[in-house]
């Protein structure tokens, strides 16, 4: 398979994942007695939507598609960008930040950028506001059943990649209860792909297995407060260390697609 039909198939796939992501979401408001839908904001390489309802006060679901030139200083970090600064890209990026503080922040996204070189990156992660040992085990304990069905090295080295990656060094301490994070992923185009369209799938059921649970509790303003403060955390890291802010910035990205991952407020002390 050559490469323009990799790249095909997988910006199909994006898109597929994109309208699946938004349509759970849509159903949660719904279920919720919530009318609220996603706005579709189109521009030159892909589509954004962000939904402002009941169940997720702030969501983004964003997809990309955009070919492009390097910065000279920025393309020295990029693989396969020697000898031309040329690349193709095309991922979806997806936040969504809950109205109930009982509910984690949820993070994912997953990408194939071709240089080249070609390779397919991602993950996700949960951010909680409180405490759920029971939610953070079954999590870990589900992420694991996906990735070991493809590798079971997978999910000990992803996992430890995004304890590290997802964390705020100011801070001395993780963003939330991690997840998986993985780059470079470039072994066997085949096997990848189908590793990314699990990946996707496990993220697009999860939401609706997260907050089905707990749609309708009750929460204090103590509850709600401490999400602000847990937001502030969110909104430090990807303006500082977040490497998909940097590479959204840096090749020729929507500035507004890229920061719809900020939360709707946010407190800080």
Not at 13 to 37: A, T
Not at 89 to 113: D, E
Not at 176 to 182: L, R
């Amino acid at each position: 398979m050559n490469l323009k039909e990799k790249q095909r198939l997988v910006k199909k796939w994006f898109i597929y994942l994109q309208n699946l992501i938004c349509d759970h979401v849509e159903d949660l408001e719904n279920e919720y007695g919530s009318k609220k839908k996603f706005k579709k904001n189109k521009w030159k390489h892909g589509e954004y939507r962000i939904i402002e309802g009941k169940v997720i006060e702030k969501g983004g679901v964003a997809f990309s598609n955009v070919i492009g030139k390097f910065p000279k200083n920025f393309a020295k970090k990029i693989p396969g960008t020697k000898k031309n600064l040329n690349f193709w890209s095309s991922g979806i990026s997806v936040v969504l930040h809950p109205n109930n503080p009982k509910f984690p922040a949820m993070h994912f996204n997953t990408r194939f950028i071709c240089t080249q070189k070609s390779w397919f990156g991602g993950g996700m992660d949960l951010t909680p506001s409180l405490k759920d040992n029971n939610q953070k085990k079954y999590f870990h304990k589900e992420l694991k059943k996906m990735c070991d069905a493809h590798n079971k090295k997978y999910y000990p080295k992803y996992k430890k990649w995004c304890d590290s990656y997802f964390y705020l060094p100011h801070r001395k301490e993780m963003r939330g209860i991690g997840g998986i994070f993985f780059d470079y992923k470039m072994d066997n185009w085949e096997k990848d792909f189908l590793f990314v369209k699990d990946v996707g799938m496990f993220f697009a059921n999860l939401i609706k297995k997260i907050f089905k649970n707990k749609m309708f509790l009750k929460y204090s303003k103590k509850d709600k407060e401490l999400q602000l403060y847990k937001r502030g955390r969110y909104v430090e890291f990807n303006l500082l260390y977040d490497r998909g802010t940097t590479f959204g910035l840096n090749s020729g990205g929507n500035p507004k697609a890229i920061l719809m991952s900020m939360p709707p407020n946010a407190k800080w002390k």
